[in-house]
Each structure stands twice: as C-alpha cells, then as structure tokens.
C-alpha cells in the first residue's frame, strides 16, 4: 500500500477521467429503460472528454513524470499527442450524438459511446507508454474497441463485412508487431524502452544488428496496418466504407494519430540512435531509412492514384485517408528535417484532424438524409444550402493543399523538412508534389458536383446542432491555422520545447 501511494497518480488523471466515464456509460446503458433516449449519454461522453481535456492542461509546464517503475510517462510528447487525441475525439462524439442511419440505431446507441471512450483510452495509454506491455495493452484496447466500433451497425451487411475484414488484417498485424517485439525482449532482456535504447547503443555486433532489423521491419510491417499505409491498407476502404460513418471517421483521425503515436514510441525512440553498421558510422534510421521513405513513397501513389475511380463518397475519403498517411510518413522517414521531429507531423495531424473530421460532418449529413453514399448526392448543393456548401468546399481545399488553408501548411512544413534533411529526401518531396497535383482531380470533382451539377431535389438543408458545432469549430481551425500558422506552433514551441524529455 505505502509503494502505491507513493506514485504520482496526478499523471493520470485524464485517464482515470476517461476510464470512470465509460463506466458510468456502460451502467446507464444497462440499466435505463429501453425507451429512454440513449443520445443524451453522449453529452455525458462530452462533459467526461472535456474534462480530461482540462485536466491535462493543467499538467502542461510540469517536470517529466513516470511512474509504475517507468511503464506510464508523462511527458511533453504525450501531452501534446494526448491533446489531439481529445480534441479529435470531442468532435467525433458529437457526430454520433447527430448519426441516425435508416434503420436506425437507438438499440445500440449506447453501447457506441462507451466504446469508443475504451479506445480512446487504449489510444492516450499508449501516448504515455514507457514500456512494450503498457504499449501493446493500449494498442489491443484501441484495436479490439474499433473492431467492435466498425460492426456497429447489426442489421447492415456491408458493416459486418467491415468488421469481418477488420479484425482478421488487424490480427494478422497485431501478431506481426508483438513477433517483432518478442525480437527486442528477447535481444535486450527487458521491455522497458529507455532501458532497451540505451542497451542497443552499444551493439555493433553484426549478427545482434541484422536481428534488431528482422524486429524493425516486423514491427514496421504491423504498424504499417494499423495506418492503412500501402501495400498494407487493403482494409481500409471496406472498412471506412462499411462502418457508420462516425466510426470512420474516428479511424481516420484518432486511430492514425494514435497509429503515428506508437511508431513514434517503438520505432524512433529505439533505433534514431542505435548503430547501423559494425563501425557506428550510421546510425539505423540513417542507413535504413529508405525503407520507410519507400512505404511513404507507394502509400502516397496508391491512395490518390486508386481515388480517381471511385464513385463512393467514403471509399474515396479511405484512400484520400491513405494518402495522407504516406504525407505523415515522409515526415517520419525524414525525421522532420532534424529540428523539427515531431513539430511537422504534430501541425499537420491536428490539419488533417480539422479538414477530414469537417468533410465527414458534411458527407454524414449527405448519407443519412438520402440513404446514398454517391458522390452525385453532391450534386448543387450550393443551390440547397449554400452555407454547407462553402464550408464543405474550404475542407477540400485543405486536404488537396491549396494557400490559405492549414492543410498547404502542413504539406509545405513536411517538403520543406525533406529537402532541409541530411542527405535530402529530393525524390520523396517531389512525389508527394506530383501526387498532389494528382489529388486535384479528385477533391475538385467533389466542388464541381456542387457547384455546377444540377440538384435532383431543391429541399433545404437543416443541420443538427452536433454537426453544426463540428463544422463551425473545423472551418474556422483550417482557415485559422493556414493564415495563421504560428499560432499553434507557437503554443507548441512554448509549453513543449523541442521535446527532449522524449528521449529520457
């Protein structure tokens, strides 16, 4: 008791805050009566999100701290990653709050908040891991919550096909990333990170170095799932397509942040400064770093190149979704051109949190009120609601790129980080340039359904207050961060640093 009470519980307050809302959610779900209106558990899911949100400001400017013998880690990259996965999440929750399919979902609505408050929880566990086991129960509280998430949807077929191939590739990754694991355990005789790096400082063994490869390259493989990066992403479209369309949209954003979360964690953290050849002339990321610049590289290709023939509004968002993977990729196989490690995939994932989340508020509303996920249901909607329209047009702008928007800043932060990089990344940058361009045919197909497609019905549009609050919040990030940019960078230089604790 007295070894218990001498841990620094603060650190945990979020989590705990979490945690104890999605119980409170699972009891009220069990016990209310059937004809009680389960929306109102998402105000519920909101106060307990904004809470942990508040609290977590409030550890901000605080030394490290670690605990349960260095397995939970708070320090300046888990606050700031935990900062997204809230704000994400928030946004997410009111899209449910607004989601009401054809065939309804009052059954089942509350079984929905709960979950997903699970694995947000397995997601901010693994923001403050220090340790391969606090790692891998986070990433299995995350993956099982989603698996569950994607079926949702009982009586719809294309959602238990979602779910079905959900969790067989998520299986099949998860087994690759924990061989991968057992390489590192096995190799170091611990699963404590800091433990591990400071143990492969000194190996120049060539034998020793071609296994810790062998365990880089598993564990790159099962994360390479986890994000939907080519040639790994094959689930991603029937999933994205098949789950209600909250739970795309928390796949696209807060899986894959939490996603670049653990990469960050495993993969950086361990390998940025063991040695790569027998002399420790390069160190392993330098030396093997063109691997994950090819990933980034056909990810990048695959998904704007395979959008172009899609005519279903969420399968064209799944590859756009793997598109914008292999952009944070670059980011991450340039190291961020050195100064800027995680400031460059930081900005452009709180981007991509605004621009993708608004799109989706736009294509739930869409969806659900016609039954259709055709990009023709697009057609002028300027003439319907030309509000909606506009703000639907300033999310495709972000995510093709264009000035003026957070997304141009994020791209243009990750190619000028890959030119900057020593030796420079000139071939990757170019690629992510040219399939930008490719992404223009794409996203501007989108604004030409409506601006100048003829509407099949002239019924205005209402917005649900959720919806409207996501979108209202989303635009005016985007705008926001792209005509301003220093305004998060500068909030991020000046509670976090250069984020040196990380590597402690």
């Known amino acids: 008791m007295e070894t218990m009470l001498s841990y620094d519980w603060g650190a945990m307050t979020p989590e705990f805050i979490i945690f104890g809302t999605a119980v409170l959610l699972s009891i009220f779900d069990l016990f209310a009566p059937k004809q009680f209106n389960r929306r109102l558990l998402a105000l519920l899911g909101l106060t307990g999100i904004i809470l942990a949100f508040v609290s977590l ?9 670690s605990i349960l013998y260095d397995t939970f880690k708070l320090d300046s990259f888990a606050i700031a990653f935990k900062l997204l996965l809230l704000a994400g999440s928030a946004l997410v929750i009111l899209l449910a709050h607004s989601y009401e399919p054809k065939e309804g979902m009052q059954e089942y609505r509350g079984e929905f908040y709960y979950l997903f408050l699970a694995a ?3 997601a901010m566990i693994m923001s403050s891991s220090g340790d391969l086991i606090t790692l891998f129960v986070g990433l299995e509280l995350l993956s099982i919550s989603s698996y569950i998430l994607a079926g949702m949807r009982k ?38 990170l800091k433990e591990m790096s400071e143990g492969m400082v000194g190996v120049f063994d060539s034998q ?51 996603g670049f979360v653990i990469i960050y964690r495993i ?37 704007n190149v395979i959008a172009l023939r899609q005519r279903n509004i969420k399968r064209l968002f799944a590859y756009s979704s793997i598109a914008q993977a292999g952009y944070v990729l670059v980011a991450v196989a340039t190291l961020g051109g050195g100064a800027f490690l995680f400031d460059t995939v930081w900005f452009y994932l709180l981007a991509y949190l605004l621009m993708n989340l608004g799109a989706l508020a736009v294509i739930q509303l869409l969806t659900d009120r016609s039954g259709s996920e055709d990009v023709s249901e697009f057609s002028g909607l300027y003439k319907r609601s030309p509000v909606l329209s506009v703000t639907m047009a300033i999310f495709i702008l972000s995510l093709a790129g264009i000035p003026g928007t957070a997304g141009f800043i994020g791209k243009l932060n990750i190619i000028l980080g890959a030119f900057a990089a020593e030796p420079g990344h000139y071939v990757l940058a170019s690629i992510m ?58 909030f991020l230089h000046g509670h976090f640093g250069d984020f040196s604790d990380f590597f402690e």
């Open 120 to 122: 947000l929880l397995g």
């Open 433 to 490: 340039m040219g399939v930008t361009v490719v992404s223009y045919f794409y996203y501007f197909g989108i604004m030409t359904q409506m601006f100048f497609r003829p509407s099949a019905t002239n019924e205005k549009m209402k917005v649900p207050g959720g919806i409207a609050v996501v979108l209202t919040v989303c635009a005016a990030g985007t705008v926001l961060f792209g005509i301003a940019p220093n305004l998060p960078l500068d």
């Open 57 to 65: 400001l409030s550890l901000m400017g605080q030394e490290t701290i």
């Open 267 to 303: 993969l950086i953290s361990l390998y940025i400064t063991a040695p790569g050849d027998s002399i420790g002339a390069l160190t392993f990321l330098e030396k093997n770093g063109v691997y994950l610049a090819f990933i980034a590289g056909i990810t990048m290709i695959t998904g």
């Open 155 to 192: 009586k719809n077929l294309q959602s238990n096909e979602s779910a079905m191939k959900y969790i067989i590739n998520g299986g099949i990754s998860t087994a690759v990333t924990l061989f991968g694991m057992s390489y590192l355990y096995g190799l170091t005789g611990t699963t404590n």
């Open 208 to 258: 020793f170095q071609y296994l810790f490869g062998l365990a880089f390259f598993m564990i790159l493989v099962g994360l390479s799932f986890k994000i939907a990066a080519a040639p790994f992403h094959m689930w991603a479209p029937d999933v994205y397509q098949g789950a209600p369309t909250p739970v795309t949209a928390f796949l696209s954003v807060i899986s894959k942040t939490a």
